[in-house]
């Protein structure tokens, strides 16, 4: 009678494996890869046991300087801020963040401003190899650093519906230079020496205020649009302190009470100088004696090219000119000249003959062999996965970011910042030709 697997004797020193447990462990082992096979494509919302999305591994490295992770439902985001003259929809991530964008939350190479549940906000800056924290029991609606030396932050905050305040801290020390009532949006000059406040008014008004960024407030004073040889000022103007509304007459400094249209913009090159222009005429402001003074108006529609020069488009086709910043002394260009870009804060010009975005959109012949922008793609692709891995820990990353993480370039200063959704990254840039001359297009003067 044969012996089976149970009664046959074993080789010394040796263990047999029954034949019946080896064809059941094949057999399972098949049916996990079938399985695999079958439902590894779907999500897992849908049973399957991959991810949604496959994501290629990037060959790209940048070097991580700082990490910063935010808790849920915190987010580098503004909250009721709003720019009299940027009405399309700035993203949030920035441009080259020159002081004549609209405000952005990541601050050049040292931080980023965030919000938070309760009405909470911070300001995180990186000095000494560590996080330095500002903390404040209102959200923020706008945060700039000076465009000069770094030293100085440009916070306003939203106090309540139609409530501001703005205050001006030393860092990284965080002693509060000033503070004041204020509108939803405040702005550096390009020269760093003043901040611009501004409260909305009736009609669609502003009433702009500037405040030193090295000294106690100047002195409170109102325009009076009375300088001589100059047409008078529009009759929904106010001229005299005791015609301002309640909140108005709380703003400190020189004030300029201003009409205002959704068309119109306004440029603040020095801290005491002001360009405005209403749409079909325009006039610039100077700073004289503590009180802002009418230095020249005109007919025509302003175009700045900052931080070179103004232009004007003369009415009834009569050509282009462009003229310094701190004067309006115009020089008439060739009428053949190629048409300017419409007019976006995203734009930096380096003369006359060429002006880019940091988005890398060009004009004219002084740009074409400037080097393109490659670092944005770069870092998306290297920090998708992060933000899959995010996105899969916290419901809200999808809300905040729809389609990766958010990017943005400071090439000035050679980093970029990165958030994943989780975490917020500084990076550095590999070393370019692009960031050697980015420089002279922002340098201001």
């Not at 001589?228 to 103007?237: D, R």
């Not at 509304?245 to 249209?261: F, N, S, T, V, Y």
Request: hydrophobic share 40%; with cysteine; net charge neutral.
């Amino acid at each position: 009678m044969p012996l089976n697997d149970y009664h046959r004797p074993k080789e010394v020193g040796r263990e047999v494996i029954p034949k019946r447990y080896l064809i059941a462990t094949l057999f399972i082992a098949a049916m996990l890869v079938l399985l695999a096979v079958v439902q590894g494509p779907r999500s897992r919302e849908q049973g399957g046991v991959a991810r949604t999305e496959v994501v290629a591994a990037s060959l790209e490295t940048f070097e991580v300087i700082a990490e910063y992770r935010l808790q849920d439902g915190w987010a580098p985001r503004f909250q009721g801020t709003v720019d009299p003259d940027q009405a399309a929809p700035w993203p949030y991530a920035g441009g080259f963040e020159t002081p004549w964008e609209p405000a952005s939350p990541f601050l050049g190479n040292q931080g980023f401003a965030t919000n938070g549940p309760g009405g909470r906000s911070e300001v995180l800056l990186w000095r000494g190899l560590e996080w330095r924290r500002y903390r404040f029991d209102a959200p923020i609606a706008s945060a700039r650093l000076d465009p000069i030396k770094g030293t100085r932050l440009l916070l306003t905050l939203m106090l309540g519906p139609r409530r501001f305040e703005t205050q001006l801290l030393e860092v990284p020390e965080g002693r509060v230079l000033w503070s004041s009532e204020s509108g939803p949006w405040s702005r550096f000059s390009w020269d760093g020496k003043a901040a611009l406040l501004g409260l909305p008014g009736p009609e669609g008004s502003w009433l702009l205020s500037a405040f030193p960024t090295d000294s106690e407030p100047w002195p409170t004073t109102l325009a009076p649009w009375n300088e001589p040889g100059l047409p008078p000022a529009p009759k929904s103007v106010l001229t005299k302190a005791a015609q301002l509304w309640d909140d108005g007459a709380d703003l400190r400094g020189p004030c300029l009470h201003l009409p205002w249209k959704a068309d119109h913009h306004l440029w603040f090159p020095a801290w005491n100088r002001l360009w405005v222009d209403g749409g079909d005429t325009w006039t610039l402001w100077g700073l004289e004696e503590g009180t802002w003074k009418r230095l020249e108006v005109g007919q025509g529609a302003l175009s700045a090219h900052p931080p070179v020069a103004m232009g004007l488009t003369k009415p009834k086709s009569e050509g282009r000119a462009l003229s310094p910043l701190l004067k309006a002394e115009w020089k008439e260009i060739d009428k053949d000249a190629e048409a300017w870009p419409a007019f976006d804060a995203a734009w930096s010009w380096k003369d006359d003959t060429g002006a880019l975005t940091a988005w890398d959109q060009r004009w004219g012949k002084g740009m074409e062999g400037f080097p393109k922008e490659t670092q944005r793609q770069g870092l998306l692709r290297t920090y998708r996965v992060e933000w899959l891995a995010a996105s899969a820990l916290r419901v809200s990353v999808k809300g905040w970011l729809h389609d990766g993480p958010e990017i943005a370039l400071r090439e000035a200063s050679e980093v970029a910042w990165v958030w994943v959704g989780d975490r917020v990254l500084l990076v550095r840039l590999p070393p370019s030709d692009r960031l050697r001359k980015i420089r002279s297009v922002l340098r201001p003067r």
